[in-house]
């Protein structure tokens, strides 16, 4: 069983409509046990990493989720849930959980794409990956599969080699960070259409273990 | 890099889609959820639908609709049409739509667009803008003024203003259509698609007039828009979402060419 964990009285039912198109049993939930028990766990989400953190702390949730990470659980963020893993958000500089070294922050202003052309933030719509390092989530990412992003706000891990995926918006930013079981993207999956969804699957499938 | 995206839109009433849909040689199609479908399997990138329903007493119709193209397609999918109040959103965003988006609701209460945004976030608020030209005045510098009701009643809003108020509201996205454009066929309202995606730092789609896929060269070009909603361009097999695609690439447009 995946739990997909919802913090905030369910506006999230994306990803359990996506889990259950491919037939992957999973619940939405808040409660810690039910968390804590699970063997695998999604955090989604959209919006501010400092506001979620506190009512995860309020919720008991925090503590759950640095559990798993630590016994090894498959752990997988998305869009939000790849930021507050980090240790530190500039949206508000607020605290993270600090699963991973890092901070979150925010796309440089003006943004200038190659031809100093300005970009808009936040950064809305499809955009590619370069893979770093051959991830089992990222297994089946052809060159030209494309993702659904909507963010101001991106991971940046302390070290290169927490970097496995990036994708290239004005700069180049790390899109999916992580290390051990745990795996976080800043894009949508669940939003990706079929390539998405492939992702979600290789998730339900994985032992914990990156590639090295 | 971004993609330019390509966006149908569907009109719904009473839980069908409005116009009479004839695809590439096939059948009819008046079921949304169908349609979506097929738009999604053809590489849309997202897609917006319009509830023209009438009375609303008959919106759960709507809500059943949204609920069932939620399971069918894995991309992003905007609700319009009769969005008032916090609780309109909060069903269809429910019900499993990405973003909502308001229009004549948003003149009349511009306070809309900031609760929606603190409650749901500005990724879920689109800013739908009817817009006809007009001579320049003193109140309408800009010579577009914003139209409500369909483009039935004139506002004296001058449409660059609203723009930029509803951004600062907290608007995430904004769809802008053309009055005078829509239905031509001619091409979109250029001028004003780069005027106002020049000035916002929002995402503007440009809706309104395509009748060929340089249309949709123009607009996501010259226009400077990020996006183009298309509707009987595609409706009517004029071509598909694939041909626009391949198309726009040849043009040299950066468009998600996957079509799985």
């Known amino acids: 069983m995946i739990a997909v964990v919802d913090y905030k009285a369910g506006n999230l039912r994306s990803v359990e409509r996506a889990l259950n198109r491919l037939g992957v049993p999973c619940a939405v939930t808040a409660d810690p046990d039910a968390i804590r028990s699970a063997d695998r766990v999604i955090f989604p989400g959209v919006g501010a990493a400092g506001a979620a953190v506190e009512d995860l702390e309020a919720a008991g949730i925090d503590r759950v989720l640095r559990e798993l990470f630590d016994r090894g659980t498959p752990f997988l963020g998305i869009c939000l849930g790849a930021q507050i893993i980090l240790e530190r958000s500039e949206e508000n500089d607020a605290a993270c959980l600090g699963l991973l070294p890092g901070t979150v922050t925010r796309f440089p202003s003006p943004l200038l794409d190659e031809a100093g052309e300005r970009l808009k933030v936040p950064h809305m719509g499809w955009n590619g990956l370069r893979k770093r390092s051959n991830h089992p989530v990222l297994e089946d990412v052809r060159e030209t599969d494309e993702f659904y992003f909507v963010h101001g706000y991106y991971p940046r891990p302390a070290a290169e080699r927490y970097v496995i995926a990036t994708t290239e918006y004005g700069t180049l930013f790390p899109s999916v960070i992580g290390t051990r079981n745990l795996v976080a993207m800043q894009f949508h999956p669940e939003k990706s259409g079929a390539p998405g969804l492939r992702i979600l699957e290789r998730f339900a499938r994985w032992d914990g273990r990156d590639a090295e | 890099?971004?993609?330019?995206?390509?966006?149908?839109?569907?009109?719904?009433?009473?839980?069908?889609?409005?116009?009479?849909?004839?695809?590439?040689?096939?059948?009819?199609?008046?079921?949304?959820?169908?349609?979506?479908?097929?738009?999604?399997?053809?590489?849309?990138?997202?897609?917006?639908?319009?509830?023209?329903?009438?009375?609303?007493?008959?919106?759960?119709?709507?809500?059943?609709?949204?609920?069932?193209?939620?399971?069918?397609?894995?991309?992003?999918?905007?609700?319009?049409?009769?969005?008032?109040?916090?609780?309109?959103?909060?069903?269809?965003?429910?019900?499993?739509?990405?973003?909502?988006?308001?229009?004549?609701?948003?003149?009349?209460?511009?306070?809309?667009?900031?609760?929606?945004?603190?409650?749901?976030?500005?990724?879920?608020?689109?800013?739908?803008?009817?817009?006809?030209?007009?001579?320049?005045?003193?109140?309408?510098?800009?010579?577009?003024?914003?139209?409500?009701?369909?483009?039935?009643s004139c506002t004296g809003r001058d449409a660059l203003a609203w723009a930029l108020e509803a951004e600062a509201l907290g608007a995430g996205e904004i769809c802008l259509n053309s009055i005078d454009a829509d239905g031509t066929r001619q091409g979109y309202e250029l001028e004003l698609t780069a005027l106002i995606s020049g000035r916002v730092g929002i995402p503007v789609i440009a809706s309104g007039g395509a009748g060929c896929i340089e249309h949709l060269f123009e607009a996501l070009t010259g226009g400077r828009a990020d996006a183009v909603l298309v509707a009987s361009i595609v409706h009517y097999g004029t071509c598909t979402i694939r041909e626009i695609k391949e198309r726009l690439h040849e043009l040299g447009v950066k468009v998600r060419r996957t079509w799985d």
């Open chain 2, 1 to 152: 890099m971004l993609s330019k995206r390509i966006i149908p839109c569907l009109d719904v009433r009473d839980g069908k889609t409005t116009k009479g849909i004839r695809f590439q040689g096939n059948v009819e199609i008046g079921d949304p959820v169908e349609m979506a479908r097929f738009y999604y399997e053809q590489g849309a990138d997202e897609i917006v639908f319009y509830d023209i329903t009438a009375s609303s007493d008959r919106r759960d119709i709507m809500i059943d609709v949204v609920d069932r193209v939620a399971r069918e397609i894995f991309i992003p999918f905007s609700v319009g049409g009769g969005i008032r109040t916090l609780e309109d959103m909060r069903r269809v965003l429910l019900a499993g739509a990405e973003k909502v988006s308001v229009n004549s609701a948003a003149v009349r209460e511009p306070s809309i667009i900031r609760e929606g945004a603190r409650a749901f976030g500005s990724q879920c608020i689109v800013l739908g803008m009817d817009v006809k030209r007009v001579e320049p005045t003193r109140e309408i510098p800009s010579g577009y003024e914003m139209v409500i009701n369909g483009g039935r």
